[in-house]
């Protein structure tokens, strides 16, 4: 719910922006801004894959032999999310706690 209240705020102040650029130009002043927003996702925040815990990734290596880490995620509560790929090309999202037991999110 948080993430559809961000994207349509984020949206909105979009429209905003362009509306206020195009009367600007046409007037002369040309006014470029640039933001840049962080957005958490359920307030997970991307880490180096060489950060996540051994225990970790020794149960990666227990559960799914085959798999690759693409990406992981952890939050303030030490959970991570990962992202696995498989041989053929296959993606899935795991999450385990700090000692490599998973969890059901």
Known sequence: MKTLFLLGA???????????DALFSESGI????????????????EISVSQVPQP???????????????????????????????EDGTQGTVYADENGNWLDM
Not at 10 to 20: E, P
Not at 30 to 45: P, R, S
């Open 10 to 20: 984020i949206t909105l102040g979009g429209f905003t922006v362009n509306a206020q």
């Open 30 to 45: 040309v006014h470029n801004e640039v933001n840049t927003i962080m957005v958490k996702a359920n307030d997970f925040t």
């Open 56 to 86: 970790v990734m020794d149960a990666i290596s227990t559960n799914f032999p085959s798999a690759n880490l693409d990406k992981a995620y952890t939050n303030d509560e030490k959970q991570y999310k990962l992202v696995l790929s498989l």
